[in-house]
C-alpha cells in the first residue's frame, strides 16, 4: 500500500471504531511491526471553537493496511500551540 492508501484506511477504521470526526492526519511514520498514522481527532465542540478538545490519536496498521490497534495518546484544546 502506499500512503495515501495507509492515510485513508487509518481514517476508515478510526471512524467506524470510534464516531468522531477525523480534524487532521498530522504524522506518518513506519516501523518494524508496520505503519503508524497519527490524527487528531474532535472530541467536543465548544464555542468558540479555539476552545474545542482535540484528541492525538496513533493508528497502528500492518503493511497490508489491516488494523493492529490504535491509542489516545493526548487531548488539547484546539487554541493550544505549545508543544510539551
Not at 12 to 31: D, T, Y
Not at 45 to 72: C, H, N, Q, W
Amino acid at each position: 500500500m502506499n500512503a495515501n492508501e495507509l492515510i485513508k484506511k487509518a481514517q476508515e477504521e478510526f471512524a467506524i471504531l470510534n464516531k468522531l470526526p477525523v480534524n487532521a492526519v498530522i504524522g506518518l511514520a513506519k516501523r518494524e511491526e508496520g505503519w503508524v498514522v497519527s490524527l487528531e481527532a474532535l472530541e467536543r465542540k465548544a464555542i468558540p471553537d479555539t476552545m474545542d478538545v482535540l484528541g492525538l490519536y496513533e493508528v497502528r496498521l500492518d503493511s497490508e493496511g489491516t488494523l493492529l490497534g490504535f491509542e489516545r495518546k493526548k487531548l488539547r484544546k484546539r487554541g493550544e500551540t505549545q508543544e510539551d
